[in-house]
């Protein structure tokens, strides 16, 4: 869990697949001081002014670590549903997006990328807390405590991937 509120000095510091000019650019959420840090396994969002950007910033043991990730649109039809790969919630599947994210260093530069589905806000930590309405019906039983600890073990796989 983050719990300690990042500062947006250590948020845009945290980038490991930006360039400095691209960390520097990245546009803070919206109501950024009014976050609910005690229910966020990650900061994640979705860039205010580029919609195609999202960022997910996570304290680890190691410092704060920052992914930024991009996502095209899908023209998917509403009917069928899919998983978050990190939190197991299910959606509609345009509620859920598929997010590439730049390897760190040299891989990076050469155009390799992650691919991952996430939940399309980037609001895992609320959903797995019951804090965000779900319009599809849940298979999920584990208690919110449980999903939290999946979710962090899935995220530190995400991140040693890019960093990888
Ligand atoms: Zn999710």
Request: charged share 25%; with cysteine.
């Amino acid at each position: 869990m983050i719990v300690e509120p990042l500062t947006a000095d250590e948020i845009k510091r945290s980038f490991v697949n930006s360039t400095k000019g691209q960390a520097k650019a990245i546009n803070l959420p919206t109501r950024f001081t009014e976050l609910p840090w005690e229910s966020l396994d990650y900061l994640g969002w979705r860039d205010p002014k580029a919609p195609n950007r999202g960022y997910l910033v996570v304290r680890r043991d190691a410092g704060v670590t920052g992914i930024a990730v991009t996502t095209q649109a899908s023209g998917a039809p509403r009917r069928f549903s899919g998983l978050c790969d990190l939190c197991n919630t299910a959606h509609h599947v345009s509620d859920v997006a598929l997010f590439a994210a730049r390897r760190a260093g040299t891989a990076g530069r050469e155009g390799n990328t992650v691919g991952t589905y996430i939940c399309a806000d980037l609001a895992c930590s609320l959903y797995i807390r019951g804090l965000r309405e779900l319009d599809v019906p849940q298979g999920e039983t584990a208690s919110p405590e449980e999903r939290a600890a999946r979710l962090s073990a899935r995220l530190e796989g995400f991140v040693n991937r890019v960093l990888a």
